[in-house]
Every structure is written in structure tokens, then in C-alpha cells.
């Protein structure tokens, strides 16, 4: 079993850049492809970015492509979710998961494990 939880959000003016780090516990964490996901209200979760057990493989959604990048560092059991050149319609909770290994990478179902979310706002 996985435990995660997510911080580094906050209120950020459009244009700025916010860092988010999801620590997790379990000594299985290296061996879990990981996810960013993200929600906004009145909305559906949806992907934002995916990592690979090992790093080695990344993924994400058009929306933030050449804006976000996720990275892990599985001695620290942490993933983690540089944004940049933030846009008010990245306001979201964003939320990061252990992936199960089922299904499609870029589906909320695919999820085994979540965290409690937080919040990132941007201002225009």
C-alpha cells in the first residue's frame, strides 16, 4: 500500500511558476508508475502528467506540454510536478496517484492510490 501526500500549491499571478512534491511512503514506491492529475470545480479529474517506475518514461496532457515536466526521485519516495508560464485555467486541485498497472495511463481508473490534493490558483 501507498501513501501520498501532495504540497507546494498556492496563489500565483499568470505567468508564474509553482513546484508541487508528492511525498509517499511505502517501501513499494519505486515500483509504481506515478500520475499528476488535476481538478477544477465543477469538472472532471483530468491527466496532467505521468512517470514511469524507473523515470525513464514521461507523458502529458497537450494542455501543459512544454509548460510542465514531472520528475521522481525514488530514494526520496517523492514525485514531483515543476509548472511554468502558469495560465488562470491551470486553476485546479491537483492531485497526484500511484498508477495500477491496469487500463489507460491518462484515466483517473487507472489509479490505485491517491493523495488529498492541492490547491494551485492563478490569478490573471
Not at 472532471?44 to 514511469?52: G, L, P, T
Request: aromatic share 12%.
Amino acid at each position: 500500500q501507498v501513501q501520498l501526500v501532495e504540497s507546494g500549491g498556492g496563489l500565483v499571478q499568470a505567468g508564474g511558476s509553482l513546484r508541487l512534491s508528492c511525498a509517499a511512503s511505502g517501501r513499494t514506491f519505486s515500483s509504481y508508475a506515478m500520475g499528476w492529475f488535476r481538478q477544477a470545480p465543477g469538472k472532471e479529474r483530468e491527466f496532467v502528467a505521468y512517470i514511469s517506475w524507473s523515470g525513464a518514461r514521461t507523458s502529458y496532457a497537450d494542455s501543459v506540454k512544454g509548460r510542465f515536466t514531472i520528475s521522481r526521485d525514488n530514494a526520496k519516495n517523492t514525485v514531483r510536478l515543476q509548472m511554468n508560464s502558469l495560465k488562470p485555467e491551470d486553476t485546479a486541485v491537483y492531485y497526484c496517484a500511484a498508477y495500477s498497472g491496469r487500463g489507460v495511463v491518462a484515466h483517473p481508473g487507472g489509479y490505485d492510490y491517491w493523495g488529498q490534493g492541492t490547491q494551485v490558483t492563478v490569478s490573471s
